[in-house]
C-alpha cells in the first residue's frame, strides 16, 4: 500500500509545494545559470522503474559545449568545465532542483535509488543483481548518506538494493533528514573522482 498508492501520493504533494515555495530560489538561480552564455537546464536521458528512459532536469552547472552523456569523473579535466555558478550549485546541491517537476510528473520520487545515466552499463548492471532497477528513482537515496560520490560502484548498487528490500515510509523520512544533513556538510561531494 505504501509503494503503490502512498508513496506516489506523498512525492506529488511534496513536489508540488516546493515547487510553489522555492520558486522565488527557482527563478533566482535560474537568471544566475543564464548569466554563463546557454540553457538554464541541463537534460540527460536517465534509468528510471524497470530501466525505462526519461529525461532529468537540472540547472546547468557546466559550460554548453561539455559532452553530455559523460559522467563527470569520466571527463578530462572536470573542473575545468564547471562555470563559477555551477560549482556553488553542485557543492549546496542546489543544481537538483529542478528534478522537483521530474518528481511531479511521476518519473522520479523524493526517495529512491539516484538514476544511472543511459550508459553507465557497469552501475546498471550491478543494480540488477538487487532489484534496484524496479523501483523508481529518487531525488536521493539511501547510498546518498553513506557516502554519495565517494562509493565505489558494486556498494552503492548494494545499499540501493538494501533500500528497495526495505522500503518503507520509516527509512524514507530517515533518508529524506539524513540527506539534508549530508548536504549542509556537503559529505561525499568528489567533483572527478570516482572509485
Known amino acids: 500500500m505504501y509503494q503503490k498508492v502512498i508513496k506516489r501520493l506523498l512525492d506529488f504533494l511534496l513536489s508540488l509545494a ?5 520558486s522565488p530560489v527557482l527563478l533566482i538561480l535560474a537568471l544566475l545559470v543564464k548569466q554563463t552564455k546557454g ?5 540527460q536521458k536517465r534509468v528510471g522503474k524497470g530501466k525505462k528512459l ?10 554548453s559545449d561539455t559532452p553530455k552523456d559523460v559522467p563527470t569523473h569520466l571527463l578530462e579535466n572536470p573542473e575545468s568545465r564547471i562555470t563559477p555558478i555551477g560549482r556553488f ?14 518528481i511531479l510528473k511521476g518519473d522520479m520520487s523524493v526517495v529512491g535509488p539516484r538514476p544511472a ?19 523508481v528513482p529518487g ?7 553513506h ?3 565517494e562509493l565505489p560502484i558494486p556498494v552503492k548498487a548494494e545499499l540501493d538494493g538494501y533500500y528497495v528490500k526495505h522500503l518503507s515510509f520509516l527509512l524514507d523520512v530517515k533518508i529524506f533528514f539524513g540527506t539534508i544533513f549530508s548536504v549542509l556538510r556537503s559529505d561525499g561531494v568528489v567533483e572527478g573522482k570516482q572509485k
Not at 516546493?18 to 522555492?22: E, H, P, R, S
Not at 540553457?39 to 537534460?43: A, H, I, S, W
Not at 529525461?55 to 559550460?63: A, G, H, Q, V
Not at 531525488?139 to 548518506?145: E, N
Open 139 to 145: 531525488l536521493t537515496g539511501y547510498a546518498q548518506i
Open 18 to 22: 516546493g515547487i510553489v515555495v522555492l
Open 117 to 135: 545515466l543511459w550508459n553507465q552499463d557497469d552501475l546498471i548492471a550491478e543494480r540488477d543483481k538487487y532489484g534496484a532497477n524496479d523501483c
Open 147 to 149: 557516502g554519495r560520490d
Open 54 to 63: 526519461f529525461e532529468i532536469y537540472k540547472f546547468r552547472s557546466m559550460y
Open 89 to 102: 550549485l553542485r557543492k549546496s546541491s542546489l543544481d537538483e532542483l529542478p528534478q522537483l517537476f521530474n
Open 39 to 43: 540553457p538554464v537546464l541541463f537534460r
